[in-house]
């Protein structure tokens, strides 16, 4: 592998969906709509002229509201769906954890499930079963190893894939927001698991809603608004401007209580005179 090369490369990428403008009641409805050439559709961008680099070794997060085009970015990064134009270019092997139960079969056993997760990324049996113990140690789950999926709560099933997923050392680590159904002591467990791996030289794709989490694991970051970049580059610089302009009202109201929350220095400004004093505030 080229070091200078970046791990993923997206140039001018675009990703259009087709949004029907009626609503159809019925699959053959569809399909004579389809023959008379009678459906029409609105074009709609999820991505618009993407361009980003992520570098060996990057922790590199991806922040926007609900639907501004992140799980759409990253399973094209994933290779899971195609863009419509522009170019994505992935250097070395990838473990994407994306979707919630992606790779799994609800109605097999999490230890057959173990086998197939592991198959569908790229692990040969023999390797399987060799770190297999290992997978259930770092999942906890052994004691529902003979259960089947479908009786996971979805916290067991992000320990699941996050378990079997980072056993093998991938090149990328693709992470959207799975983690964040799983208590927070395995939340600790995984940050570590994909420190080591970082430091093992692994480049880590990270989308989250907790800006928090985005400041303390990533380098670099990208806020995407509307399928668009608005900006890119350091972590903290990013996340600075995407908490700015959602404090100041410019992504609408639907906005996350930690981006709302005062800065430590505006919250230290607002302690009342009594605690200012180590004075305890009268109960009511
Ligand atoms: N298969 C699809 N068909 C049609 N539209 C889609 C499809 N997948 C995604 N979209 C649309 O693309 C836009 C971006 O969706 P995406 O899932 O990438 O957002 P997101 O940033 O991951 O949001 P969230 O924070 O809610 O997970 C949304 O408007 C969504 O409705
Ligand atoms: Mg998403």
Known sequence: MDRDLPMVEIDHLYRRFNMAKEKVDSVKEYFLRKVKGSLSYDAFYALED?????????????????????????????????????????????????ELGAGFDIDLTGRENIFLNGTVLGMEPAYIRQRFDEIVDFSELQEFLDVQVKNYSSGMVARLAFSVATIMK????????????????????CEKRMNELMSG???????????????????????????????????????NEYKENARAGKLGEDVPEDILAPAEDEAEAEVSPAEDAGQPEARP
């Open 50 to 98: 993407v361009s980003i680099n992520v570098e060996k070794g990057d922790v590199y997060g991806l922040i926007g509201l609900n639907g501004s085009g992140k799980s759409t970015l990253l399973k094209i990064i994933a290779g899971v769906m195609k863009p419509s134009a522009g170019r994505c270019v992935v250097r070395g092997s990838v473990a994407p954890l994306i």
């Open 170 to 189: 991938p090149d990328i680590l693709i992470c959207d927001e799975i983690l964040s159904v799983g208590d927070f002591l395995f939340q600790q467990k």
């Open 201 to 239: 030289g692994t480049t880590v794709l990270l989308v989250s809603h907790s800006i928090e989490q985005i400041e303390r694991m990533c380098n670099k970051a990208a806020w995407l608004n509307h399928g668009k970049v608005m900006a890119q580059g350091d972590c903290a610089g990013v996340c």
